[in-house]
Nanobody, 120 residues
Framework: QVQLVESGGGLVQPGGSLRLSCAASGSFFSINVMRWYRQVPGKERELVAAIRSGGREDYGDSVKGRFTIFRDNAKNTAALQMNSLKPEDTAVYYC??????????????WGQGTQVTVSS
């Protein structure tokens, strides 16, 4: 069983920063892509950032230049550094990963989500 656990959410003022972390645990062979999504009530889940095992990064247009995604392949962790936060960044943030199991099959797993609120 593979689990993704997020941490680091909270309340921050506009213009502030937060760093989210995601840790993968369980029995698996490797992790391909790790991503961060976010969702607000009544809207579809939005891709925020993605990073491949080789290090290639992709960002949603709304966060380019403000957010940075990191990963540590040895520790099976990912992080999202969020700077210059805006009220519209308020959402539940989810970690997501494409995990290759020992069986050779690859599955997509989700974390439980962490709330980020940007407000004065």
């Amino acid at each position: 069983q593979v689990q993704l656990v997020e941490s680091g959410g909270g309340l921050v003022q506009p213009g502030g920063s937060l760093r989210l972390s995601c840790a993968a645990s369980g029995s698996f062979f490797s992790i391909n892509v790790m991503r961060w999504y976010r969702q607000v009530p009544g809207k579809e889940r939005e891709l925020v950032a993605a990073i491949r095992s080789g290090g290639r990064e992709d960002y949603g247009d709304s966060v380019k230049g403000r957010f940075t995604i990191f990963r540590d392949n040895a520790k099976n962790t990912a992080a999202l550094q969020m700077n210059s936060l805006k009220p519209e960044d308020t959402a539940v943030y989810y970690c997501n990963a494409d995990v290759k199991l020992i069986t050779g099959y690859e599955y997509r797993y989700w974390g439980q989500g962490t709330q980020v609120t940007v407000s004065s």
